[in-house]
Nanobody
Framework: QVQLVESGGGLVQAGGSLRLSCAAS????????MGWFRQAPGKEREFVAG????????YYVDSVKGRFTISRDNAKNTLYLEMNGLKPEDTAVYYC?????????????????????WGQGTQVTVSS
C-alpha cells in the first residue's frame, strides 16, 4: 500500500502562487502515474493535472493550463503542483492520488475512478 501526504496549501491573494507537495511512501513511487484533484464545497471532485511515471507525459484540465505545472522527483518520492496566477475559483481541497494497478504507463488517467490511493488533502484558499 502507498501512503500519500500533501502539504503546501494555504491562503493567498488572487494572482499569487503556491506550490503543493505530495510525499509518497510504502511502495515504489517511480512506477506509477500520479494525479492532482481538487474538490470545492458543494462540487464534485475534479481532475486538475496528471503525470506519468517518467514525467514525460502530462495532462491538465483546461481551466489551469498555462498557470499550473505538475512535476515529480522520483528520487525524493515527491509529486509537486506549482500554481501561479491563482484565482478565487481555484479555492478547493487539493488531493494527490496514484494508480498502483498499472506500472510504467505512458498515459495519464483523468478519472478519479482510475486512482486507488489518495492523500488526506490540503486546503487552498484564494481571496479576491
Amino acid at each position: 500500500q502507498v501512503q500519500l501526504v500533501e502539504s503546501g496549501g494555504g491562503l493567498v491573494q488572487a494572482g499569487g502562487s503556491l506550490r503543493l507537495s505530495c510525499a509518497a511512501s510504502g511502495r515504489t513511487f517511480s512506477l506509477y502515474t500520479m494525479g492532482w484533484f481538487r474538490q470545492a464545497p458543494g462540487k464534485e471532485r475534479e481532475f486538475v493535472a496528471g503525470i506519468n511515471w517518467s514525467g514525460l507525459s502530462t495532462y491538465y484540465v483546461d481551466s489551469v493550463k498555462g498557470r499550473f505545472t505538475i512535476s515529480r522527483d522520483n528520487a525524493k518520492n515527491t509529486l509537486y503542483l506549482e500554481m501561479n496566477g491563482l484565482k478565487p475559483e481555484d479555492t478547493a481541497v487539493y488531493y494527490c492520488a496514484t494508480d498502483t494497478d498499472r506500472v510504467y504507463s505512458n498515459s495519464v488517467a483523468r478519472s478519479s475512478y482510475e486512482y486507488n490511493a489518495w492523500g488526506q488533502g490540503t486546503q487552498v484558499t484564494v481571496s479576491s
